[in-house]
T-cell receptor, first 116, second 109 residues
Framework: GAVVSQHPSWVICKSGTSVKIECRSLDFQATTMFWYRQFPKQSLMLMATSNEGSKATYEQGVEKDKFLINHASLTLSTLTVTSAHPEDSSFYIC????????????FGPGTRLTVT | GQNIDQPTEMTATEGAIVQINCTYQTSGFNGLFWYQQHAGEAPTFLSYNVLDGLEEKGRFSSFLSRSKGYSYLLLKELQMKDSASYLCAVMDSNYQLIWGAGTKLIIKP
């Protein structure tokens, strides 16, 4: 149990376009979902926290108009990178809380975004 | 500020034992987590400690001392597949995870 999926697993897009990444909790209701970004050889960086039905809380330095997060249901959150630039190329990982153990975060497999 | 410290890299031999340390300073404490992350993959949960002491789970054990702000992850009978980064994370008073930079563990035959 407690499986989180992400789609797509990798994507290449041109500079200036937008990319949507989906995060789904497959067998539990995710009351809270988290979006992380990880650059090579660096630790996870929390971008935003979202609760179902409410606006996401963004970390300092993360542009909310550029990284649009929607948590429309208890099993789905989406991250849209708008007007992508090469510096947005990174590994984006979502995680969800709300499974059998309230303290545990279950991670999706990640999405590798490359902006050319 | 909040801070998690762990060694950047460690090397060990297949079949041996290795201990990865983590020290932390956070605003509040609601538990400490260890995650394993292979290159290019998302982290996977290894352990959770909220009370002082040792938690054993197969070849992996995790220890916590809240008074010292200290934890370690102990890996026994090392296998080549254990080569990965090991991330220490603390849940603060807001139930947010504060992440360490990770320890890259290299296993040599």
């Amino acid at each position: 149990g407690a499986v989180v999926s992400q789609h797509p697993s990798w994507v290449i897009c041109k500079s200036g376009t937008s990319v949507k990444i989906e995060c789904r909790s497959l067998d539990f209701q995710a009351t809270t979902m988290f979006w992380y970004r990880q650059f090579p050889k660096q630790s996870l960086m929390l971008m935003a926290t979202s609760n179902e039905g409410s606006k996401a809380t963004y970390e300092q330095g993360v542009e909310k108009d550029k990284f649009l997060i929607n948590h429309a249901s208890l099993t789905l959150s989406t991250l849209t990178v708008t007007s992508a630039h090469p510096e947005d190329s990174s590994f984006y990982i979502c995680s969800a809380r709300g499974g059998r153990a309230d303290y545990e975060q279950y991670f999706g497999p990640g999405t590798r975004l490359t902006v050319t | 500020g909040q801070n998690i410290d762990q060694p950047t890299e460690m090397t060990a031999t297949e079949g041996a034992i290795v201990q990865i340390n983590c020290t932390y300073q956070t605003s509040g404490f609601n538990g400490l987590f260890w995650y394993q992350q292979h290159a290019g993959e998302a982290p996977t949960f290894l352990s959770y400690n909220v009370l002082d002491g040792l938690e054993e789970k197969g070849r992996f054990s995790s220890f916590l001392s809240r008074s010292k702000g200290y934890s370690y992850l102990l890996l026994k009978e090392l296998q080549m597949k254990d080569s990965a980064s090991y991330l220490c994370a603390v849940m603060d008073s807001n139930y947010q995870l504060i992440w360490g930079a990770g320890t890259k563990l290299i296993i040599k035959p």
